[in-house]
């Protein structure tokens, strides 16, 4: 009988990393050691690899320079910190352009991806195109998906996305308050996202984006909101709509169609309070 096999693959999100900044440096050095310890076969590194702007080059090669020393095969999505924020429901000043994708995929490789392993098909797309006012890349990425999610139909599919699809439930509008509404995919992009999760068999959505960590399921889906590895966000007064904690999630998908996964690093890693540092530096995350 041959043995199950197993992938184990950590997603590290919101790393927030800057060149000449020290800090969420702690943490990542934290991580490295970990997974020198841990070995695990792979990382998605799901987005805001870089401290505030995505128009720092320099913090760009820091970020890629950091995650090469995890010394393991990894996948790079986009965050808003990385190539903007969606054009039509983002809320900071840069929003997506062609230059930021280009300058992305120089540093980092594909912005979207897939593939499959120890039974399991993996997808990750770029949430920061979701809503972008008709930008190529964004038909690009949504002719991609259907065309990869049906290569992979017969396996459970893990759907990899910076930013969660929604806050409360699948049918919600996008939000009036801008800090909410940039939180989640779009209205329009879930629903078609949703559609297409449901033709085929995605088991798993997980995400970063909201330096949160949170867990349910809903129709066959478990949504995951992976912690960040940087900083939790914002003061303690904020809306908060997960755990208020650091770390990463450590997943082990098996060829028998089960997989667990363990949110690590709370305990170990500094739960730095960036709203503190952003009071004195407005330029900092
Ligand atoms: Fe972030
Ligand atoms: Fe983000």
């Known amino acids: 009988m041959p043995l199950t096999e197993e992938l184990r693959l950590i997603q590290v999100a ?51 320079t950091q995650v090469d020393r995890l010394g393991i095969p990894t996948r790079f999505l986009p965050g808003n910190h990385d190539v903007g924020d969606n054009v039509l429901f983002g809320k900071m000043a840069q929003r997506v352009t062609p230059e930021r994708l280009a300058r992305f995929r120089r540093h980092y490789g594909e ?28 038909a690009e990425q949504w002719a991609w998906l259907e065309r990869s999610l049906a290569q992979l139909d017969g396996k459970p599919i893990v759907l990899f996305t910076h930013k969660p699809l929604f806050l409360d439930f699948p049918g919600e509008g996008d939000h009036e308050d801008p800090t909410m509404r940039q939180s989640v995919v779009d209205a329009a992009s879930r629903a078609r996202l949703l559609a297409l999760a449901h033709a085929h068999d995605v088991r798993i959505v997980s995400s970063g984006h909201k330096h949160q960590t949170r867990t349910f399921s809903l129709d066959g889906i478990y949504h995951f909101w ?60």
């Not at 076969?41 to 760009?60: F, K, Q, R, W, Y």
């Not at 098909?121 to 930008?135: D, E, H, K, R, T």
């Not at 904020?238 to 363990?262: A, K, N, P, Q």
Request: with cysteine; proline share 4%.
């Open 14 to 64: 919101d790393l927030h990393l800057g060149a000449g900044r020290e800090h969420h440096l702690d943490n990542w050095r934290k991580v490295l050691a970990w997974v020198e310890r841990e070995r695990p076969d792979m990382a998605v590194i799901n987005g805001d690899l870089i401290m505030s702007d995505p128009d720092t080059e320099s913090d760009h090669e820091f970020a890629r």
């Open 111 to 138: 912005d979207h991806w897939s593939f499959a392993a120890a039974g399991w098909g993996f997808v990750g797309v770029n949430a920061q195109l979701f809503g972008s006012g008709g930008l190529a890349a964004e």
């Open 226 to 285: 992976g912690p960040a590895t940087a900083c939790v966000n914002g003061p303690p007064t904020t809306l908060h709509y997960g755990t208020r904690e650091v770390g990463f999630i450590d997943y082990r998908f098996r060829s028998d169609g089960t997989f667990e996964h363990r949110v690590t690093g709370a305990d170990f890693l500094f739960r730095h309070e960036n709203y503190i540092r952003k009071l004195c530096d407005p330029d900092t995350h």
